[in-house]
């Protein structure tokens, strides 16, 4: 019983990453500002990456210009210059979050077996779904999920 209770809360847990914020929570007076906070190096006080190159000898992204928190120029294949930055730092999260939800899934199957169900290995239930079509099918509501994300 214990097991399934720390299932439960690990499943809700990760679930409250998928929501949005309470409506009750106080909302900040403050105006937006125009840009977002800049990270500076201990010596010169210069804005964190201007002077770094990421990789050396591509130079740094026109997109890339050190606003973004983290951002130090690293984009080798150029996709800041094809993409708009917001919709990549959107899809990065959203990849890292069903990435997690996947682990999440991978953990929970080699502890508890649903009723009814028999059960199998991660290893040998991927292959099975590989040869009777289960993988297509999630590839195809992924796809799905993703295209409607994208314009919604």
């Not at 679930?15 to 010596?43: C, V």
């Not at 899934?105 to 239930?125: H, M, R, S």
């Not at 779904?129 to 993988?135: E, F, P, Q, R």
Request: with cysteine.
């Amino acid at each position: 019983k214990m097991l399934r209770l720390s299932i439960l809360a690990a499943c809700v847990a990760a679930a409250q990453a998928f929501t949005a914020p309470a409506a009750f929570l106080k909302t900040s007076t403050r105006a937006a500002t125009a840009r977002g906070p800049t990270m500076q190096l201990y010596k010169d006080g210069v804005i964190q990456g201007l002077g770094v190159e990421a990789v050396p000898g591509l130079g740094r992204p026109s997109n890339l210009d050190g606003t973004l928190v983290g951002d130090v120029g690293f984009d080798p294949l150029g996709f800041s210059d094809i993409f708009d930055v917001n919709v990549l730092r959107e899809a990065e999260l959203k990849h890292g979050r069903i990435a997690m939800l996947a682990t999440l899934g991978l953990i929970v199957q080699e502890v508890y077996t649903f009723p009814f169900f028999d059960k199998v290995d991660p290893i040998p239930a991927h292959d099975l779904l590989v040869k009777t079509g289960g993988m297509s099918q999630i590839l195809l509501w992924t796809s799905f999920a993703e295209i409607f994300g994208g314009i919604a």
